[in-house]
């Protein structure tokens, strides 16, 4: 049976993903300079509801399992929980320290790339924390659109609109990439309550 302390996980765990998504597709959609406005905004409002409902759904169904967690379970989490902590405290700072950096260089184009990077690379541990394997397709593919990102001309123009290429490319890309995991995030836990 799964139990009720999992059920809270991934349902924060579809909160973090919807979140941070959503952060990355308003770079995005910014970047777009209006160019498929108001779909993008109408699309990114409707996935966020999607996930963010998906979340709720399964901290109802937490609060319906009854079971109290062993004392052994309780420490289990306090640790898994100091983990998380370190990990997204370290993914925090590197972004900070690279935000510093991007600035003082006067090279802020490259920031969302390189956070991007960051993000991919703290999900490898993740995926050993929480024996996630999906994680680590998640690491590489936000590793992968960063790198590629670096290659992209900064601006483009398309249907004389201007925009920000790479802001366009990452955000997008990286949001999409946030939304799918969330929602394998929720999936799997629904068939593990079916079980």
Known sequence: MVSKSSVIGAANGVIFMTFFGALWSSIGIVGAHGLGAPWSIIF???????????AISLFGK????????????REQRKKLNKRFGMIGGLEGLA????????????KFEFFFPIM???VGIHFFPLARL???KFYNGTGVVLCVLGVITFF?????????VDL??????????SALTLWVTGLRIW??????LKR
Do not use: H, Y
């Open 116 to 118: 991007a990077i960051i």
């Open 62 to 73: 937490a609060r319906s399992l009854s079971q109290t967690p062993t004392p052994e379970e």
């Open 187 to 192: 999936t799997v836990m629904l068939k593990q």
């Open 95 to 106: 972004i900070c320290v690279a935000s510093i950096v991007c600035n003082s260089l006067d």
């Open 130 to 132: 929480f024996r996630e």
């Open 164 to 173: 920000i290429a790479t802001s366009v490319f990452i955000g997008c890309g």
């Open 44 to 54: 990114a409002a409707i996935v966020t509801l999607i996930l963010l409902s998906g």
């Open 152 to 160: 992209l001309p900064a601006d483009a123009a398309v249907n004389d």
